[in-house]
Structures are given as C-alpha cells and as structure tokens.
C-alpha cells in the first residue's frame, strides 16, 4: 500500500468559476479529487460551485496578486489532503483591443505579469513544499501566443513566453516536481472572446473538449517540458 491510497487528493485550479479552469475543476471532481478553486468574481465562482453541486469543491475568491490570497489558498488546499496538483490557469489578457507595443500603457502591462508571470511563480514557492512532499506537479498554462509573434499581442503572449521559460527553469532546478507548461490552443472562452471584440469565434472549441488532453498529462506524468493539447490527444489515440 502507497502512502496515499486511502488519501483524496488534491489540487490547486486558479482561474475556476469559467472556461478552462471550471471545465478542469468539474473534470477532477468526477475522478474524485478534492479542488481548492479561486476566481476574482466572487457571484460567478459561487454560481459555479452551485452548479458543480460537490462538498469536495472549497472556493477562495481572490485576486492571485495577493500574497494573503495564495497563502489561504495553499493552507486551504493543506486542510483537505495531500496537495498533489497546481494549475496556474488564471490569465490577464490586457487591454481589449489590445494595444501594439509601442502604444502599450506600462501601468496595464504590469497588471497582465502580475496576473501571468509573477504570481503563479509566488504560488509554486508557495506550494511547492507540500508538492514535493506529496509526489505532486504544476502546470501552468500558457498559450500559443508565447511561441508565434502575432501582432497585437504583445503584452499577453511576451507574458506566456515569460511564463514557459519560468517552467522551463524550474524544471531544471527542482528535479523532484514535475514543471509542465500546457498549451490549450484557441477555446471558446470570455478571454478568447475579449482579444477579438466584435469577432464571432464560435468556430473555436468548448473548453470541455481539450481537459482530456490535460487529464493524459496528469496521467502518464511525462518528463517535463512544453506541450500542447492536439498533440497530446493525438498520442492518446490508438
């Protein structure tokens, strides 16, 4: 018997009451994980936990930027179990329209590496004692942006590509934790929505249809590094 056969375990979800984040956390519950989730809107990750209707579901609203914000919810994760998974999910896209470079306030651009670069590092410190006391990983989601120079998105995708090499790095440094940066791809979510104002993107997909990608890289737990979703799924085919 592991020491963690008779323990739930549980993970960490910033960014959970919509999208991406509400799709992984739903997808967790239903294996039987514990999830700490937090959102900055308050009504809408309280409509979410009504809706996913589980007393396995703790909700912190919050700002990630807040270093009491991560310290409850490090503690809270700490209350339930074993911590065994981080997602660093919750993003700033900017601006909408989002600005060229040159034109880019200082003062909105340190607002979306707040939220994308710095404050899911300041989790990691903070969680990752218990991860690499629990066998646990961190996944932090990044975005094609951070790899393809798409003009207009300066701000967001420089921030993700910060945000991949800070994987890459930790990666290095702490052998003991597997570091991945998860590339989702294009979703029909309120963020995607926002970089293209006024543009129908219901040709994107549902958030729910990429959370297998990310389920098969908690699964098989590969060396860390950078993936994306289709080529996950595609390894998962027969």
Not at 23 to 41: N, Y
Not at 51 to 68: C, K, P, Q, Y
């Amino acid at each position: 018997m592991t020491r963690f056969e008779n323990t739930r375990p549980v993970a960490i979800i910033t960014g959970a009451s919509r999208g991406f984040g509400r799709a992984v956390t739903g997808a967790l519950l239903e294996r039987g994980w514990a999830v700490v989730g937090d959102a900055r809107r308050a009504s809408e990750l309280q409509a979410t936990a009504r809706e996913l209707n589980s007393t396995r579901l703790i909700t912190l609203a919050g700002d990630v930027t807040d270093a009491s914000h991560r310290a409850a919810l490090v503690a809270a994760a700490g209350d339930v179990g074993p911590l065994r998974l981080l997602v660093n999910n919750a993003s700033r896209l900017g601006p909408s329209p989002q600005p060229a470079l040159c034109d880019y306030p200082e003062s909105e651009l340190l607002r979306v590496y707040q939220t994308n670069v710095f404050a899911p590092l300041a989790l990691i410190q903070a969680a990752l004692p218990a991860l690499i006391d629990n066998v646990g990983m961190i996944i932090n989601v990044t975005s094609d942006a951070a790899v393809e120079p798409y003009s207009g998105w300066g701000g967001y995708g420089s921030a993700k590509a910060a945000l991949d090499q800070l994987s890459a790095i930790l990666a290095a440094e702490v052998s003991a934790v597997p570091v991945y940066a998860f590339d989702p791809g294009d979703m029909r979510t309120e963020m995607h929505q926002a970089a293209f104002p006024g543009t129908d993107i219901s040709d994107r997909v549902e958030p729910e249809s990429v959370v297998p990608a990310l389920l098969r890289l908690i699964d098989t737990r590969p060396g860390a590094g950078r993936y994306r979703a289709p080529d996950l799924l595609s390894a998962a085919l027969p």
